[in-house]
């Protein structure tokens, strides 16, 4: 009876389903489409957040989706922690803790160790956070815990990995001139933060040689320390036995005083038209200026506007000059990249071939001018706008994401209400916020133009003579050398 | 954060020599998947995945790449990822009957542009009184002409010409415009040699947004900005390959490399035939490869899938059937005789590449070549071990079997550390070949190489886009199900299946090299 039911209802289904096929009845613009909405709220880091009896802050976020664990602590401090003589510290120690084998065990016993468990860990340090991750089998978990602990906690900084690391790492020096993108962005952060600051500094040949055992122990002992730890777990776990079993982990381990906050940069940006030599078909550019702090009021409008200026991808105003309608290059774009103690950066960017470098150029200072002097249309600001609302979600989809937001906002101390009030926030504002942070942020004359490339082939222009290099700060180029990779000397 | 590089990948050898392997197949993940299939031959494969809600990664993938091309169109399939972008009647354009009349107009120019550097500018090319019959610095009087004609209609179709905006028929990057309010991310699309794949990430309740885009693209691109989008794809050659330090000797080792296949030619294409298609020809390709027996879907994420086929049926079904099938890739690779050299000096670090010809992916041996590479790779692997830290003579060395649809290859690559040459490391590595084939990889360095294998078949499925891409790549080359019996087969590779594997292909007739060295001063 049931079964026969079943039938008909099947029966009765099906001339419907023909209907919906008929082509007839797809809409004519996508914007006839009626979408079911799709509510989201931010989820509440304090759901995920522990407190091991040692004071240690656990997010964890447990899902049975796949026999993986995912374990990540972040230190506080990275290249920020550097001494003025020896750039790159932190991140070598980084490296030398994962190369370098344990108190107990040789490097290549370690190594042998983990690989047979077909455990994957990782140490690094950026600029402000040094961070140690694990992925394991959750079969291998204890095994695996303890051999990264045992890593953390002692490692061995081995002689032979530190030469052999030492090598890499010079070679990887000798490439500094090789690629015009690398020059670019180390000649931009000079620039923009001096060249002493962690953001820009890099160690010569000279100071990776003389980098000692006794220093990365030192470096080692100042930021990995469950003092300076929040800890992240992902995967496939139970809540309890895990808080067990890092409690277990961390016992006995000296706490020190977290690590500082990362000094600001003293430098400022000296406006103008900068050059670096590079032999190449295409000139690459940079057109910024120091920008805003991350809790900045202005940050979510700031964002906004960066999305309809060079953000937002084939929407965004960049790439429909410069890309969609000129085809002067294939990639161009801006970035917003506050910092959270000091201000950070704005930059747009484009590659583009040696006679249509200065056309993009104009082209890309005409959209900042204009964004400041004509209000944004209200159809403009919606689409961006709601790419951002829309999108807003994703960077909480996978679990490891959602804990990183966690871990970074609580040790930047990000306000607690950021996340529940940004689309609020957003939706609230309005084409003269815009262009009012667009007139205090983004202002031409306070910027630099960078261009690596082919000077003598760059300079002139078009054939068309739509623009040539004369056309901005006077026509007054300052050249910048390139730089010995190894030294750093300025090169003849 | 949200930072773009559409048409981005344009190749991506590795994903698929690195299908992952299990340890113990009996612990495998299954990935389920459920296949679909409308009535004109457009085949949909969807995996419903709850552990990421509201959001679902979903593209579709046309059975072709640069191998299917010849000598005039190479890079038309990159191309076409260009073109799909630009829209059709309805998105792109306020006006679409005044926008086709642009598109004629402007055709009927660049044909007599083309017809007359094709014929004049390169023979005067050919007889030395020009340095590039392309460079419109070597143009005739009537050549400045008809370009300033082009240039001019091509404005005026943006809406930027004398008639100002109310003149113009496109409308900028609508398609981007469309799903941006919709709120997709990552759109993107890549070409490869085997495969164009186009895929995006849209919220849940989107997904007929999805449907609707794709398949309005599906059916009716109108190939939009034929003309002047050629002169982004230079950019973006210019971008890979002519400005990165080893762009264009890595092009030529491709050449040398393959002597008839179409794996010869670069994805991107070769600068003349970048500027010398015809909108015949993309027509035609239109017609062969991008029908929906040709094509197929793949949906990843959170999802009710009963709900995905009614709107795939809905909308998809008004693909029309190809009238012809592509035609067979019929040009087998040639047997190598003689090994061949290169030897390149420039801005990099003194390294060698040597390349070996193999097996097509799905040949018995490939799963012992990956096997092989496994050995070789990663921090305990030999080549760390004996060139890296044993001889000290490397900063990195690594290798990768890349199994293509028609013919594969092994390459080794490796850097030098200090005062060692490119030649140390090539000989090191033919003695660290010549213990693989002299005696069996120990039992527990197999089981090391295959545990590792296994773990990544799970790792593999921890992002949906990551899911995806190995669908895609699966299914292209040989058929989805091997996502769930390749790790049998991994597992299965024996000591002797791998010194097998590196007695056979390893000749060094076989073997093609090149040697870097950095340029001096």
Redesign the interface.
């Given at each position: 009876m049931n079964r026969r039911m079943f039938l008909v209802l099947v029966m009765s289904l099906t001339p419907m389903a023909v209907r919906a096929a008929d082509p007839a009845k797809i809409p004519a613009r996508p914007e006839q489409l009626e979408f079911a909405p799709l509510a989201f709220e931010p989820p509440a880091a304090a759901d995920y957040r522990h407190v091991l009896t040692d004071g240690t802050v656990v997010f964890l976020a447990p899902s049975k989706e796949l026999p993986l664990v995912k374990l990540s602590i972040t230190f506080k401090g990275g290249g920020s922690l550097d001494p003025a003589d020896a750039p790159g510290l932190a991140a070598f120690t980084a490296q030398l803790i994962r190369e370098g084998g344990t108190d107990a065990m040789k490097p290549t016993e370690f190594d042998e160790a983990l690989d047979f468990l077909a455990t994957e860990v990782g140490v690094s340090a950026g600029d402000t956070f040094t961070t140690a991750s694990m992925n394991c089998l959750k079969s291998n978990f204890d095994e695996s815990l303890k051999l990264f602990l045992a890593m953390l906690r002692s490692p061995g900084f081995d002689a032979g990995r530190l030469d052999t690391t030492k090598a890499q790492r010079l070679a990887q020096l000798a490439e500094r001139n090789d690629d015009a993108a690398a020059i670019l962005a180390r000649e931009w952060k000079r620039l923009a933060f001096g060249a002493d600051h962690f953001e820009a500094a890099e160690p010569t040949a000279d100071q990776v040689k003389a980098l000692s055992r006794d220093a990365l122990a030192a470096m080692h002992q100042r930021i990995v320390h469950p003092g300076n730890a929040i800890i992240a777990v992902s995967g496939d776990f139970d809540e309890k036995k895990m808080l067990a079993a890092l409690e277990k982990a961390l016992a006995g381990w000296q706490r020190g005083p977290d690590a500082p906050d990362p000094v600001a940069p003293t430098a400022k940006l000296s406006p103008g038209l900068y050059h670096v030599p590079k032999d190449i078909p295409q000139g690459k550019v940079v057109i910024g200026k120091r920008s805003i702090e991350r809790d900045d009021p202005d940050a979510i409008p700031l964002v906004l506007l960066n999305e309809i200026l060079g953000a937002g991808g084939f929407t965004s105003r960049l790439m429909q000059k410069v890309r969609s309608n000129e085809g002067l290059a294939y990639s161009v774009r801006s970035t917003i990249q506050p910092r959270v103690t000091y201000p950070g950066d704005f930059r747009a960017g484009f590659e583009s071939k040696n006679a249509t470098v200065a056309l993009a150029t104009k082209i890309v200072m005409d959209e900042i001018r204009r964004i400041r002097e004509e209000l944004v249309s209200e159809d403009e600001i919606e689409t961006a706008r709601r790419g951002l609302v829309e999108t807003f979600p994703r960077q909480f989809e996978s679990k490891p994401a959602m804990l990183q937001v966690f871990v970074n906002d609580e040790w930047t101390k990000r306000p607690a209400d950021f996340w529940k009030t940004f689309r609020t926030k957003l939706e609230a504002v309005t084409a003269a916020d815009l262009q009012r942070v667009a007139k205090k942020h983004l202002d031409p004359e306070a910027m630099a133009i960078i261009v690596v490339g082919d000077w003598d082939a760059i300079a002139p222009g078009d054939l068309e003579k739509r623009a040539s290099m004369k056309e901005f700060f006077g026509g007054k180029v300052i050249h910048l050398p390139l730089r010995d990779p190894l030294t750093l000397d300025p090169l003849p | 954060?949200?930072?773009?590089?559409?048409h981005g990948l344009r190749v991506v050898p590795l994903l698929f020599a690195i299908v992952a392997v299990i340890?113990t197949p009996a612990?495998a993940?299954q990935v389920a998947v459920e296949e679909f299939r409308l009535e004109n031959g457009m085949e949909f494969l969807l995996v419903p995945?709850r552990?990421?809600?509201?959001?679902v990664s979903a593209g579709w993938v046309a059975r072709v790449g640069s191998v299917n091309e010849r000598p005039g169109i190479t890079g038309i399939s990159h191309f076409f990822e260009h073109m799909m972008?630009k829209g059709t009647d309805?998105?792109g354009t306020r006006d679409p009957a005044k926008d086709a009349r642009f598109r004629a107009e402007q055709k009927a120019i660049r044909d007599e542009i083309n017809r007359i550097v094709w014929t004049k500018q390169y023979d005067r090319f050919f007889k030395g009184e020009i340095d590039d019959p392309w460079n419109?610095?070597n143009d005739t009087q009537q050549l400045r002409v008809l370009r300033a004609r082009l240039d001019d209609l091509i404005r005026a179709q943006?809406g930027?010409g004398p008639g100002g905006e109310a003149a113009g028929t496109i409308v900028?990057?609508e398609?981007?415009?469309?799903y941006?309010?919709?709120?997709?991310?990552g759109?993107n699309a890549f070409t490869s040699n085997d495969i164009t794949c186009y895929f995006i990430?849209v919220?849940?309740?989107?997904l007929?947004?999805w449907a609707?885009?794709e398949s309005d693209r599906l059916n009716g691109s109108v190939f939009r900005?034929f003309y002047?989008?050629?002169?982004?794809?230079?950019?973006?050659r210019?971008?890979r390959t002519?400005?990165?330090?080893t762009g264009k000797f890595e092009e030529q080792f491709d050449a040398m490399f393959w002597a008839s296949s179409g794996y010869s030619w670069p994805v991107i294409g070769w600068t003349s035939d970048l500027n010398s298609y015809t909108f015949e020809q993309a027509q035609e390709y239109w017609n062969v490869y991008y029908r929906p027996g040709n094509v197929f879907g793949v949906l990843v994420g959170d999802f009710d899938p009963a709900e995905a086929k009614?709107l795939i049926?809905?909308?998809f079904?008004?693909l029309k059937p190809g009238d012809r099938a592509p035609p067979p890739v019929v040009t087998l690779e040639v047997q190598q005789l003689a090994e061949q050299r290169m030897i390149a000096s420039g801005?990099?670090?003194p390294a060698v590449d040597i390349r070996y010809h193999t097996v097509p992916a799905g040949h018995a041996d490939s799963y012992a070549l990956d096997m092989l590479a496994e050995v070789l790779n990663?921090?305990?692997g030999r080549l760390y071990?004996g060139l890296?830290?044993g001889r000290?003579i490397a900063?990195?060395a690594s290798t990768y079997s890349d199994t293509r649809k028609y013919a594969g290859l092994f390459a080794v690559s490796a850097?030098?550390?200090?005062d060692a040459t490119p030649e140390d490391l090539e000989l090191a590595w033919y003695e660290e070949l010549a213990k693989l084939q002299a005696a069996d990889v120990p039992d527990?360095e197999l089981?090391?190489v295959k545990?590792?294998v296994?773990?990544?078949n799970?790792?593999k499925?921890?992002?949906n886009m990551n899911l995806f891409i190995q669908l895609a790549f699966s299914e292209a080359l040989l058929d989805w199900r091997e996502i769930n019996e390749g790790p049998a087969k991994y597992e299965s590779v024996t000591a002797a299946d791998i010194r097998r594997v590196a007695k056979k292909y390893f000749d060094s007739t076989n073997r093609s090299v090149a040697i870097y060295r950095?340029k001096a001063n």
């Open positions: - | 954060m949200f930072q773009l590089s559409r340890a612990d993940q995945r552990d990421q809600p509201n959001v972008f309805t998105i419109p610095a943006q930027r900028k990057d398609f981007d415009q469309v941006t309010r919709g709120g997709g991310s759109m990430t919220p849940s309740n989107k007929e947004l609707w885009m900005e002047s989008e050629r002169d982004v794809v230079h950019e973006e210019r971008l002519e400005s990165t330090p009614k049926t809905k909308y079904s008004r801005d990099f670090p990663e921090r305990t071990a890296v830290e000290g900063a990195g850097q030098a550390r200090g527990r089981r090391k545990n590792r296994a773990a990544g799970f790792r499925l921890e992002s950095r």
